[in-house]
């Protein structure tokens, strides 16, 4: 099983994709810090050709927050 | 350039999977700034990789530049940094002065007062830090009252900023090895909409897109990479439809394009970057297939050219290959192939070059050829630390090569060396001298003993050390100077002197300059309080002709350390058709 979305915030993070779900959070992911979530927004917007306002970069403080997110912007994640 | 996905190929290097090829010089770089700056890393360092480096990056935290210039080693870490860069935007550093500046000019006063001290700081910090240091200019600010959309440059405030901005970058053009970055300049490149991304200031306090940190990223490796990569040295160029539009043979001289009007205009452009590059001491060549008189009555009759002969270091005109031909240029010029760019607007050369030349950089005329002006600017290949005396005069000295070399024809080898009326000069390097010397340490392959390559700052602190000698040497006959094209330095341990670094630009060979050299060495190595010398050969792809340079004069092989040897007494003496003299400092 591989996920676009898992694995770029593996990738950014640094960590294993399998130790993620859409539930990671940076209450859960030590990793993520603030600095890794500009590094995340910087990745998505690069990897789906999208632009996220602050509104929902503000919201995206799960994994599958962000998949929401993104899929209202019609990218198939 | 950084490939298609620089931050793909940073995290596969910080990953240990790739390192793309083979890595020459590890390369620790420290950014901060009154900005956060972490998404420059994967810029820089893609670019650091593209150059075959090994990028160590570390970001210092935001907003604390005034306490890196007091103790950078507590604020960055204690390591070892070959470059720190900082990166500034006076609204961040000032922001209440530069609002008030917008209604006050004693504010002004205030603030290039502030400013002074911050350049104060800097020069601390260069007293303290050894490798390279790197300060942007101030780029234009992002704060209500200077908005470009409603004229804020010609405003109050916009002439503040120009004040000020220029304040700055004199007062860092006035620190000695204080390399001024200009993010000024990039943003103008790059244009302000294009620049900043307003959410990322908001959220995370760092104001570019990241196309514009991808700038930044480049231009910076690029400023790293001058420190120790040697450019290009000379340029290769066709002539029909690539100095001129047209083909001269079949045109004629008043059928060419080449004037005042395109497309005659994006040629003459063309010739004036070059002539250009040739003022920064890089050198032209000229390969092309043509009947030579057809192609010299261009240089030296058409009203139009911009280039002349005297400008050009090499003419191969006839009808051999372009690959024959850029060989001849490299054996004449004495320089490796890999220091070559060849320009021509032909798919069918450019692809025969690439392929049996690998190392030479190949570049073909744009199919819009109004891009031909601009074609060399903007690239690396030409990327110096700084430009010597010695670059600028390259191809005055290489004439005078060309009548020495007349003159030796013409008579015996022993006349030829007696004529010359050698003058070599052996001297401690001073301050003055330390960016040539640089130069070669980090340029010269083939005379090269040892191939330690180092920073203009390392250069200067061995200069400076008590048990140290930084020379270079100084080579003058009757037909020119070559200036300084010989460095060496020794290193004093008890009786013995290291030779760590002995090195000669490959023009002055042959003539007694070793044995002068290597003779007035033994004399600097006896000021020392030494009593014998010692050096070793480390052999590289390039230098192979050095291999038996200790043993031709006399040194012992010493086959525990796999080092030469040789006392003081018995060194090699300064042949007789030599005048020569050593210089070492004072005090």
């Known amino acids: 099983m591989s996920d676009a979305l898992i694995n770029l915030f593996a990738e950014v993070l640094q960590v294993e994709p399998k130790t993620l779900n859409d539930n990671s959070s940076p209450d859960n992911v030590k990793q993520w810090d603030s600095l890794a979530a500009m590094h995340l927004v910087a990745a998505i917007e690069d990897t789906f050709k999208v632009q996220l306002s602050t509104k929902e970069i503000m919201k995206m403080s799960t994994i599958g927050l962000a998949r929401k997110t993104l899929q209202g912007k019609n990218v198939a994640v | 350039m950084a490939g298609p996905d620089p931050k793909a190929a940073w995290r596969q290097y910080q990953a240990g999977l790739k390192t793309q090829g083979a890595a020459s010089f590890d390369v620790k770089v420290a950014v901060a700034g009154s900005i956060t700056v972490e998404p420059l890393e994967p810029y820089l360092g893609a670019y650091l990789l593209s150059r075959k480096f090994k990028p160590h990056i570390t970001c210092g935290p935001f907003s604390q530049l005034r306490q890196i210039c007091d103790d950078y080693k507590s604020v960055l870490g204690a390591g070892d940094f070959n470059a720190i860069a900082l990166l500034w935007r006076v609204e961040d550093m000032f922001p209440d002065l530069m609002a008030r500046s917008l209604d006050s000019p004693a504010a002004i006063a205030d603030l290039l007062r502030e400013v002074k001290i911050f350049a104060d700081a800097v020069a601390n910090l260069r007293k303290k830090f050894h490798g390279t240091l790197i300060v942007s200019t101030l780029p234009y600010p992002s704060m209500p009252g200077f908005e470009l959309t409603e004229m804020g440059q010609a405003s109050a405030g916009g002439l503040a900023f120009q004040a000020v901005s220029q304040f700055w970058t004199q007062e860092i053009a006035k620190l000695e090895r204080v390399r001024l970055f200009d993010l000024h300049g990039l943003m103008l490149s790059a244009g302000l909409k294009h620049a900043n991304d307003a959410r990322k200031w908001q959220l995370y306090r760092q104001p570019y897109t990241e196309p514009f940190w991808g700038d930044i990223g480049r231009m910076l490796g690029r400023m790293i990479a001058a420190e120790k990569i040697s450019p290009k040295k000379c340029v290769v160029l066709d002539l029909d439809n690539t100095l001129w539009g047209g083909i001269i043979g079949e045109d004629g001289l008043g059928g060419i394009q080449l004037g005042d009007e395109f497309p005659g205009k994006a040629y003459r452009d063309f010739q004036r970057y070059l002539m250009h590059l040739k003022s920064k001491g890089v050198m032209l060549a000229v390969a092309s297939k043509n ?200 290193k004093k341990q008890n009786k013995i002197c290291v030779i760590d670094t002995l090195l000669m630009s490959c023009r002055v060979l042959g003539r007694g300059a070793e044995a002068t050299f290597i003779a007035k060495l033994a004399e600097a190595a006896k000021s020392l309080g030494c009593e014998e010398m010692r050096g070793k050969y480390i052999p590289t792809q390039k230098n192979a002709m050095v291999k038996d340079l200790y043993q031709r004069f006399g040194f012992r092989h010493d086959t525990a350390t796999g080092e030469w040897a040789v006392t003081l007494a018995e060194a090699p003496k300064t042949p007789e058709h030599i005048e020569a003299a050593l210089r070492l400092k004072v005090g």
């Not at chain 2, 025969?352 to 600017?377: H, K, N, Q, W």
């Not at chain 2, 390259?394 to 006349?415: H, K, N, P, V, Y």
Request: proline share 2%; hydrophobic share 40%.
């Open chain 2, 291 to 490: 009947n030579p008189d057809d192609a010299y009555e261009v240089f030296d009759k058409h009203d139009a050219m911009i280039l002349s002969r005297k400008d050009i270091a090499d003419f191969e005109i006839h009808w051999e290959s372009k690959v024959e031909s850029i060989k001849r240029v490299a054996a004449k010029l004495n320089i490796g192939l890999d220091a070559l760019v060849f320009v021509d607007d032909n798919p069918k050369e450019i692809g025969e070059v690439s392929e049996r030349l690998p190392g030479v950089t190949c570049v073909t005329v744009p199919e819009e050829l109004a891009e031909l002006p601009g074609l060399l600017a903007g690239t690396d290949l030409f990327d110096v630390a700084e430009v010597t005396d010695e670059d600028r005069r390259r191809t005055e000295m290489l004439q005078a090569d060309g009548i020495r070399q007349q003159a030796q024809e013409i008579m015996s080898e022993e006349d030829f060396r007696k004529s010359l009326n050698l003058k070599i000069d052996v001297f401690a390097a001073q301050k003055q001298h330390l960016a040539r010397v640089t130069q070669l340490i980090n340029k010269t392959n083939q005379f090269n003993l040892t191939t330690v390559r180092r920073t203009q700052d390392e250069v200067e602190m061995l200069a400076e050390a008590q048990d140290a000698l930084v020379l270079g040497m100084d080579i003058k006959d009757k037909y020119g100077d070559y200036g300084l094209v010989g460095v060496s330095i020794l």
